[in-house]
């Protein structure tokens, strides 16, 4: 059964950073098309970073410059490092990844960004 396992949420003052991870389990598969969405309250579900199927890496516009996105194959793990975090960056944050011919996602993650 593959699971993503999503970690490292939390509560921080605006300027700090965090970094998520997501783990998958039950998989031999690679984590080549993976990446992160978020979702605040009364808002629509956004992308903040993506690794593409052409292997490209894509970001939202509202965190060009401030998150990363990376992995690490041996981990079958993905990360999203922020910085320079905003109060308007609070949400849930939730991790999808692209395995076995199906898409998968993570329970998420609140971060929250005090000002």
């Known amino acids: 059964q593959v699971q993503l396992v999503e970690s490292g949420g939390g509560l921080v003052q605006a300027g700090g950073s965090l970094r998520l991870s997501c783990a998958a389990s039950?998989?031999?598969?690679?984590?080549?098309?993976a990446g992160w969405f978020r979702q605040a309250p009364g808002k629509q579900r956004e992308l903040v970073a993506a690794?593409?199927?052409?292997?490209?890496?894509q970001y939202g516009d509202s965190v060009k410059g401030r998150f990363t996105i990376s992995r690490d194959n041996a981990k079958n793990t993905v990360y999203l490092q922020m910085n320079s975090l905003k109060p308007e960056d609070t949400a849930v944050y939730s991790c999808?990844?692209?395995?076995?011919?199906?898409?998968?996602w993570g329970q998420g993650t609140q971060v929250t960004v005090s000002s």
């Open positions: 690794f593409s199927s052409a292997g490209n890496t």
């Open positions: 039950g998989s031999t598969a690679s984590l080549l098309v």
């Open positions: 999808y990844a692209w395995l076995e011919s199906k898409n998968y």
